[in-house]
Nanobody, 123 residues
Framework: QVQLVESGGGLVQAGGSLTLSCAAS????????MGWFRQAPGKERAFVAA????????YYADSVKGRFTISGDSAKNTVSLQMNSLKPEDTAVYYC????????????????WGQGTQVTVSS
C-alpha cells in the first residue's frame, strides 16, 4: 500500500512563509501528477496547486496565485509547496495527492492522499 507523507506544516505569522513537502513511500505507476489541497474546519477540501508530470505545467487556485509555488520530481513522486505572504485565511489542513488523470483541480481525480499537515497563520 503506497503512502504519502507530508511535512513542513506549522504556525506562522501573517506575511510569513512555509514550505510543505510530500513524498510517496513507493513508486506509483501511471501517475500523471501531484497536487495540494486544503481543508479548513467546516469546509470541503479545496484545490490549491498541482503539477503535471507530462507537460510540467502547474496549476493554482486563484486565491494563491503569485504567493504559492509548486514543484516536484516525477521520478521520485515528490512534491513541494512553497507558500509566501501567508494570510490567516490560508489556515487549514493541507493534503497532497497523486492523480492518474489529466484533471488536476478536482479532488475526485486523486487516487492517493497523505494524512495532512496543519498550517496555521496568525494575524
Amino acid at each position: 500500500q503506497v503512502q504519502l507523507v507530508e511535512s513542513g506544516g506549522g504556525l506562522v505569522q501573517a506575511g510569513g512563509s512555509l514550505t510543505l513537502s510530500c513524498a510517496a513511500s513507493a513508486r506509483i505507476y501511471g501517475s500523471r501528477g501531484m497536487g495540494w489541497f486544503r481543508q479548513a474546519p467546516g469546509k470541503e477540501r479545496a484545490f490549491v496547486a498541482a503539477i503535471s508530470w507530462n507537460s510540467g505545467n502547474t496549476y493554482y487556485a486563484d486565491s494563491v496565485k503569485g504567493r504559492f509555488t509548486i514543484s516536484g520530481d516525477s521520478a521520485k513522486n515528490t512534491v513541494s509547496l512553497q507558500m509566501n505572504s501567508l494570510k490567516p485565511e490560508d489556515t487549514a489542513v493541507y493534503y497532497c495527492g497523486v492523480t492518474k488523470f489529466a484533471t488536476f483541480t478536482g479532488a475526485r481525480s486523486y487516487d492517493y492522499w497523505g494524512q495532512g499537515t496543519q498550517v496555521t497563520v496568525s494575524s
